[in-house]
């Protein structure tokens, strides 16, 4: 089963999904998004904690 992490759930405006077969897959790729488009320097221990929450099982 595919889990995904929507950044509108993060509470922003924005259409990324992050997919994964794991958890870890699924916030690496929304900590690289985070970087890339959300202007983050550093995904802290926080954010992923925070995330790690809203993943749902697609
Ligand atoms: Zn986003």
């Given at each position: 089963m595919e889990k995904v992490l929507k950044c509108k759930d993060v509470?922003?405006?924005?259409?990324f999904i992050a997919r994964g077969k794991t958890e870890e897959e699924v916030l690496k790729k929304a900590s690289e998004h985070a970087k890339k488009?959300?202007?983050?320097d550093e995904v802290t221990e926080e954010y992923l904690n925070s995330w790690r929450k809203l993943i749902r099982n697609a």
């Open positions: 509470g922003v405006n924005c259409d488009d959300h202007d983050i």
